[in-house]
């Protein structure tokens, strides 16, 4: 009794969060409502905070979706012995990924903004750390002599420029970019990183 009514949440589970995404997909992270889940899912509103507590932890499980599916993307590239290229090739599947499943992220981006970091669930966090792994070896034949630890803060800056940079890419819909605001993100991505380098330190 107990394994199929565990197996029937567990179906409710997995029919929110692929209709969930279909509606991000489709019309992006600002429709992501609990109503409007309800309504296209045809679970009620108290299903789904049953299910999840709370939207915040429902945009978590889709967000962990998301960094999975992107470093399975990042994992498809054959590295060569050249870490500068492999390094180049690594960010171009990134960009173009990001910029491929543009509400996907903006969804994942836009949350970071709004959440002030402590409580994130260690699942979610590890899948952070697994992206920033994926080029772990080619980054660190460029930096070479520095010790483990800034060599772990100097990807922890990277990654954090790069969700940044990539961010405001997906968000411009098309058209030119302003090289003023691009030079602001950048000198505001390098402010953010040495304030990661302080924390740390």
């Known amino acids: 009794m107990t394994d199929t009514k565990d197996n029937k949440k567990a179906e409710i589970r997995a029919l929110l969060i692929k209709t969930g995404r279909e509606l991000v997909v489709q019309k992006g992270a600002e429709f992501l409502t609990a109503r409007k889940l309800s309504e296209a899912s045809g679970c009620s509103v108290g299903t789904i905070y049953n299910q999840f507590a709370n939207m915040d932890n429902f945009v978590i499980a889709q967000n962990m979706l998301t960094l999975d599916d992107l470093v399975l993307a990042m994992r498809q590239i054959v590295p060569s012995q050249d870490s500068y290229k492999n390094l180049n090739m690594y960010a171009d599947v990134y960009a173009g990924w990001v910029l491929g499943h543009e509400n996907l992220w903006f969804l994942l981006f836009n949350f ?90």
């Open 112 to 201: 970071h903004l709004h959440h002030k970091g402590c409580g994130l669930p260690a699942a979610y966090l590890r899948r952070f750390v697994r992206l920033a792994e994926v080029w772990k070896t080619d980054f660190e034949r460029e930096v070479g002599r520095f010790g483990r630890k800034e060599k772990k803060l100097f990807r922890q800056v990277l990654m954090l420029a790069m969700f940044s940079l990539s961010s405001f890419l997906a968000t411009q819909q098309g058209g030119k970019h302003s090289r003023k605001n691009i030079c602001k993100l950048l000198l505001n991505c390098y402010l953010a990183g040495l304030k990661v380098l302080r924390q740390e330190g």
